[in-house]
C-alpha cells in the first residue's frame, strides 16, 4: 500500500497519490502531541474513522481520547471553509474571497513595512506546524518581510531544556534514546511530566519499566495519575526544583556517590559545578521544597545504586523563569554520576506539542535558521542565504522573544501573522496580552477552525490540516516522521504553504515558496544539511519505508552530494537513535556541567497574596482547547475550568467541592468552581489552562522569563483564593 517513492520531479499530483480512496488504511500521525502516535484513517460509514496501526513502535497501536476523536475536527460543521474579512463599513469578520483576502494581506504588510520599516511586520509561529510548514514561515519572515521579528509558541514550551541541553551537550534533541529505552533502563526520575493525562500511551514504558524490576520516582506538587504509578513520589513546592536538583547533588557528593572517572574522561567544569551545589545542605533544601531529608537521601540511593538510571523532565520543572538552570542542575546530577551518554543512561525532556522537536529546528524561533543555526553564524547565514538565493546581509538579526514579540504588539510591532496558535488563550499575562493583540494595526490568523484569537483578527485565512495534507513531523525522540494526506479538505480551504505562496507571489517572492509539501523538505534538507540538526539524508523515500517507523537526526547525506532536484539522493546513513555514546556535540566533545545556584521565584507569596497558583494540563483537552473543545465526547469528559484545592484551604475557605471560588492575582481574577482533593499540596492550587473566557488561568500568570530561554514563568505565581457570593457562581 505504500505509495513508491517517484524519482525526479515531485508534481501535485504525486504529492496527493498517498491520498486512498479505497477502504485500506492511510498511515498517519495523530495531529496533537509530541509522541505522534501513529493511526490509519479509513472512510466509514460516519465519515473519517480512526483504526489501530500497531506495527507503529511507539505507540503500538494505542491511543488516547484525543487522538481517536481528532477526526471529529475535520468536519465542515467545526471548520473555518472560507476566508474572513473585517469589513471596513461594519467592523464585523465578513465571508471573503481568497484573492481578496490575500491582497488584504499583502497590502497591510507593504503598508506597515512602508510606514514603519519591516521590524514592524510581526510573525508567531507554532509547534504544531509541520516541518515544512515552521522552515517556510521562517523564510517568509526573513525573505520576504525582511523581518526579525518572528517567534512561536515552543517558547512557551520546550526552550528551557532545550537552552540547557545545547548548553551541556552541545545538542538539543529531546531525548537522546528511543523511548522504549525508559523500560530497559534502573530508575527514571521523572520531573514535573503528568505523561499518564499528557501522553497516555508513553505510560506502557513506565509500567514496563517496574515490571522489568526498574524503579520509577515522581516529583510533582500533586499525586497525579502519573505519581500514581511511582515506588516514590516527591512532592515539591512548586518553583522549587532547582533546590531539589541541588539538594540531591549535594548527598551525592557527601555519600561519595560521584563517578570520579566518567567525570575525567568526559566533562568538563565539575569543581565549579560542585562548590555551587556543596552550598545546598540537605536541611536547607527540606526548608525551601517541604521534601523531608529522609526521602532525598532515598532518591540518591536508588538512583546510585541503579546500574543504569535516567532523569526525564518536562514542563513542571521547566515553565519556570529558572528552567534553564533547573534543567542544568538536573543534568549535573546525570554527569556526576556518570548517566549521560552511556546506554540506557541519560537525561531527556519529554517534548510537547506534534512537532515541538522539528518546530524549533527550522527556524521560526527568533535566533535561529534552518538546521538548529544561530542566525548570528555568519557561515550558518551564508550557507542558508545560499539555499535561499539571498545575500547573506539581506537577512535579519535575531528578533524578540514569544512573550516579548506579544508585549510589543502595537507598540513596535504594528502587524502580525499568527500561523499554530492561540495566545489569547495560552499566553502568560493574558488579558495585557489580548489588549496588546487588539492594539494592533493588523492582524492576520491562519487557523482551521475560530480561536479566540482569530476572532481579533483583520483577516482570517482557514486552512488545511493534519489528515488533509501531507508533512513531516519530529516527535520526542528525534524520529522524523512521514504524515500522509488521507482525505480531502472541504472546498474553499487553502493550505498554509499555499497561503504562504500566495503572500509572497503577492509581495514579489513567489517562485522561492513551492506549495508541495515533499519540493518544501527537498529543500529543507539542503538548509540543514551540516546543521546540528541536520535531515539532509532524510527523504520522503525513505519515511516511507517499512512500518514508516521514521528516522532520527543527524542523518547526514552520505556519498554524493544531494541532488538539486529530486529525490535522487537517498543516502545510506540510517540515522541516529542514540546521540552521545562516544562523545558529547560540544568541539571537545565533553559535556559541560553549569555552577547553578538555587533562587526564588519571581513572585513569591505573602500576606495578600498566600497561596501557590500552578497550572498544566487535563487529559481530555488539548491546549488552548481551539481543537479540541470542538469535540463532543472530549467536551463531556472535560467541560470546563476549574481549580484543584486541598481538603485543609477549602475548609479554611470555607468552600465544599463544586462551589465557585475566585482566584486572584495580580493580574487579574477568575470565577471557578472548586475541586477539593487531598492530591496537592496544603499551600497550593491547580488550574488547567486550556479554556477562555472566566475560567481561564492566564489571566493570573506572571510573565516573568528565564534569562536564558526566555521561557515564561507559567508554573508559579502568587494568589488569593475567595469564597464568591452566590450569582458569581459558575
Ligand atoms: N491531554 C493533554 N496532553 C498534552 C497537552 C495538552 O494540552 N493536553 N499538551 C502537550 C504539550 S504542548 C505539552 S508541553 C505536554 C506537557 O506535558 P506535562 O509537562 O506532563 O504537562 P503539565 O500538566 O503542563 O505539567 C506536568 C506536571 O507538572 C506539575 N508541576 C507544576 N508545577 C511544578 C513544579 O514547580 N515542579 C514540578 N516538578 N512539577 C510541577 C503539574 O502538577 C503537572 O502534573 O503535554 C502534551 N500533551
Ligand atoms: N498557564 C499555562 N499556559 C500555558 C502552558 C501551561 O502549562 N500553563 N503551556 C504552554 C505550552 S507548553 C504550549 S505548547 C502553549 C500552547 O498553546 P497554543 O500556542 O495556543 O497552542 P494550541 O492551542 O495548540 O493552538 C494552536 C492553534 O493553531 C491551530 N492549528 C492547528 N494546526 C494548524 C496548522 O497546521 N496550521 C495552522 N495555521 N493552524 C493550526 C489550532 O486550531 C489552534 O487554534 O501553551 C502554553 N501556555
Ligand atoms: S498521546 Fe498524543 S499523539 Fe498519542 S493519541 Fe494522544 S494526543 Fe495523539
Ligand atoms: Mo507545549
Given amino acids: 500500500m505504500h505509495t513508491t517513492a517517484a524519482a525526479g520531479r515531485i508534481s501535485a499530483a504525486t504529492a496527493s497519490s498517498d491520498h486512498v480512496a479505497t477502504g485500506v488504511p492511510t498511515p498517519t500521525h495523530c495531529p496533537y502531541c509530541a509522541l505522534q502516535c501513529g493511526m490509519g484513517l479509513v472512510r466509514g460509514a460516519g465519515g473519517v474513522e480512526v483504526v489501530e496501526r500497531p506495527a507503529f513502535p ?10 481517536r476523536t481528532a ?17 471596513r463599513v461594519s467592523g464585523e469578520l465578513e465571508p471573503a474571497g481568497w484573492d481578496e483576502a490575500l491582497d488584504r494581506v499583502a497590502e ?5 513595512r512602508g510606514e514603519h520599516g519591516a521590524d514592524a511586520c510581526g510573525v508567531f509561529g507554532g509547534g504544531g506546524l509541520t516541518n515544512e510548514k515552521a522552515y517556510a514561515l521562517g523564510k517568509f519572515a526573513r525573505v520576504v518581510l525582511g523581518t526579525s521579528q518572528i517567534d512561536y509558541n515552543g517558547r512557551f514550551c520546550m526552550s528551557s531544556a532545550a537552552a540547557a541541553g545545547t548548553r551541556a551537550f552541545g545538542l538539543d534533541r529531546g531525548l537522546p534514546f528511543p523511548l522504549a529505552d525508559v523500560a530497559r533502563t534502573g530508575c527514571v526520575i521523572l520531573v514535573g511530566s503528568n505523561l499518564a493525562e499528557t501522553m497516555p500511551p508513553a505510560l506502557r514504558y513506565l509500567t514496563e519499566l517496574k515490571e522489568n524490576g526498574g524503579t520509577l520516582i515522581v516529583i510533582d506538587p500533586r499525586r497525579t495519575r502519573t505519581a500514581e504509578h511511582a515506588d516514590l513520589h516527591l512532592s515539591p513546592r ?3 526544583d532547582l533546590a531539589l536538583a541541588l539538594g540531591l547533588l549535594h548527598l551525592v557528593v557527601a555519600e561519595g556517590r560521584v563517578d570520579e572517572a566518567y567525570i575525567r574522561e568526559r566533562t568538563t567544569g565539575w569543581e565549579e559545578a560542585r562548590a555551587a551545589a556543596m552550598a545546598h545542605w540537605p536541611e536547607y533544601v527540606e526548608r525551601v521544597t517541604g521534601v523531608p531529608v529522609p526521602q532525598l537521601r532515598e532518591v540518591v540511593r536508588i538512583f546510585c545504586d541503579a546500574e543504569n538510571a535516567m532523569v526525564l523532565t518536562a514542563r513542571g520543572p521547566e515553565q519556570q523563569a529558572k528552567g534553564t538552570d533547573t534543567v542544568g542542575a538536573w543534568i549535573n546530577l546525570c554527569l556526576a554520576t556518570g548517566r549521560a551518554g552511556r546506554p540506557l543512561s541519560g537525561y531527556g525532556c519529554l517534548t510537547g506539542q506534534g512537532n515541538g522537536q522539528g518546530g524549533r529546528e527550522h527556524g521560526q524561533k527568533a535566533d535561529q535558521l534552518p538546521g538548529y543555526r544561530k542566525l548570528t553564524d555568519p557561515a550558518a547565514r551564508a550557507h542558508v542565504a545560499g539555499v535561499w538565493g539571498v545575500d547573506p546581509d539581506s537577512l535579519p538579526g535575531p528578533g524578540r522573544s514569544a512573550y516579548e514579540l506579544l508585549d510589543a504588539l502595537g507598540r513596535d510591532v504594528k502587524s502580525l501573522l499568527l500561523m499554530g496558535s492561540n495566545p489569547v488563550v495560552s499566553a502568560p499575562r493574558a488579558a495585557h496580552v489580548e489588549e496588546r493583540i487588539r492594539s494592533l494595526d493588523f492582524l492576520v490568523v491562519a487557523d482551521v477552525v475560530l480561536s479566540e484569537t482569530a476572532r481579533l483578527a483583520d483577516v482570517v485565512l482557514p486552512v488545511t490540516q493534519w489528515a488533509e495534507e501531507t508533512g513531516t513531523v519530529t516527535n520526542l525522540e528525534g524520529r522524523v516522521l512521514l504524515r ?18 500566495g503572500l509572497a507571489s503577492r509581495l514579489g517572492h ?19 544539511a551540516g546543521g546540528v540538526a541536520d535531515y539532509s539524508g532524510i527523504s520522503y523515500g525513505r519515511l516511507r519505508e517499512g512500518d514508516g517507523e521514521g528516522v532520527f537526526w543527524p542523518c547526514p547525506q552520505e556519498g554524493e552530494g544531494i541532488q538539486e532536484e529530486g529525490i535522487q539522493g537517498e543516502g545510506t546513513h540510517r540515522g541516529t537513535p542514540r546521540l552521545f555514546l562516544e562523545r558529547f556535540a560540544t568541539e571537545d566533545g565533553r559535556a559541560r556541567f553549569v555552577a547553578v545556584a538555587h533562587r526564588d521565584s519571581a513572585e513569591e ?9 500552578t497550572t498544566g494540563r487535563v487529559l481530555s483537552q488539548y491546549q488552548s482547547g481551539a481543537q479540541t473543545r470542538r469535540v463532543e465526547e472530549l467536551n463531556a469528559a472535560a467541560p470546563g475550568a476549574f481549580v484543584e484545592v486541598h481538603p485543609r484551604l477549602a475548609a479554611r475557605l470555607r468552600v465544599a467541592d463544586g462551589e465557585a471560588v475566585a482566584v486572584v492575582s495580580r493580574r487579574g481574577r477568575v470565577v471557578v468552581p472548586v475541586r477539593v482533593t487531598s492530591r496537592i499540596r496544603a499551600d497550593t492550587v491547580f488550574m488547567p489552562f486550556h479554556w477562555p473566557g472566566e475560567g481561564r488561568a492566564n489571566t493570573l500568570t506572571h510573565p516573568a522569563l528565564d534569562p536564558v530561554s526566555r521561557m515564561p514563568e507559567f508554573k ?8 464568591v457570593e452566590r450569582v458569581e457562581r459558575v
Fill in 510 to 528: 513567489g517562485e522561492k515558496f513551492p506549495v508541495v509539501a515533499e519540493e518544501v523538505f527537498e529543500e529543507l534538507r539542503r538548509a540543514s
Fill in 605 to 613: 507569596t505573602d500576606a495578600e497574596y498566600p497561596v501557590v497558583l
Fill in 238 to 240: 512548586p518553583g522549587t
Fill in 716 to 723: 508559579v505565581c502568587a494568589v488569593r483564593v475567595e469564597r
Fill in 58 to 67: 511507539v505507540n503500538g497501536g494505542a491511543l488516547c481520547g484525543k487522538g
Fill in 108 to 112: 497591510g504588510f507593504a503598508r506597515v
Fill in 484 to 501: 500522509r494526506r488521507a482525505v480531502d479538505p472541504p472546498h474553499g480551504v487553502r493550505s498554509d504553504l499555499e497561503v504562504l505562496h
Fill in 71 to 87: 477526526p471529529a475536527v475535520l468536519s465542515s460543521r467545526v471548520r473555518l471553509t472560507e476566508p474572513l474579512v473585517r469589513s
